[in-house]
Structures are given as C-alpha cells and as structure tokens.
C-alpha cells in the first residue's frame, strides 16, 4: 500500500483544515489507517485511528475537535481538523495495517509522506 498524505498549510488558530489520506496499490479495505504528527523537537505522537467506516479513536488532545473518516469510494482518509490551536503544529502523516495495535503503536508497515501544518496564533 502507498499512502499520499496532503492538505497541509498555514492557518490561523481558530481555522479548521482538512488532511486526505490517499491509497494506492491497494484498497484500504481492512486496514486500520491512523494519522500522527511530529511538532518540532518533539516526539511523533498518534492522533486518531480509523476501522472500517466507523470504528475510531483520538487521542485525548484532538478529541472533539478532529474528525477522521473514510471514503471508500476514493480510496482516501480524511483527518478533518477543527478549531486548531498553535499546539496543533506538526508534520502530519498517516499509516495503515492491518491491527489496531500496530497502527496505534507507531510500528505500522505502511507510511505516508508528512505533510506540514503551521497554526498561526
């Protein structure tokens, strides 16, 4: 599976941005695609999973505030990101396996590419 993740920028806090997460060379089908982001001089942290169409789960920090959901018909993952804080600064990127565990772990087999998102205070 390749992963193409993309729609990062710079906002403004309070401003909301959309993340698509796409698949090639692959349906995501079962796989379990998470999302993560690494501020700088920080540690890469998980941000929200996504199962199926409706099985997810955040991380304490963006619950409420960031969606994740798929597409199947795109082959995509969308991180809907709303009222975004300075905080939320980060290289964002995504990872799909086959376990949840892998996936929340950090030790996932399929990586995206990072795509940058800078929130302006």
């Known amino acids: 599976v390749q992963l193409q993740a993309s729609g990062g920028g710079l906002v403004q806090a309070g401003d909301s941005l959309r993340l698509p997460c796409a698949a090639s060379?692959?349906?995501?089908?079962?796989?379990?695609v998470g999302w993560f982001r690494q501020a700088p001089g920080k540690e890469r942290e998980f941000v929200a999973h996504?199962?199926?169409?409706?099985?997810?789960y955040y991380a304490d920090s963006v619950k409420g505030r960031f969606t994740i959901s798929k597409d199947n018909a795109k082959n995509t993952v969308y991180l809907q990101m709303n009222s975004l804080k300075p905080e939320d600064t980060a290289v964002y990127c995504c990872?799909?396996?086959?376990?949840?565990?892998?996936?929340?772990?950090?030790?996932?087999?399929?990586w995206g590419q990072g795509t940058l998102v800078t929130v302006s205070s």
């Open positions: 996504i199962r199926g169409s409706e099985n997810t």
């Open positions: 060379g692959r349906t995501f089908g079962n796989y379990v």
């Open positions: 990872a799909a396996d086959l376990t949840i565990s892998t996936v929340r772990s950090g030790t996932a087999r399929y």
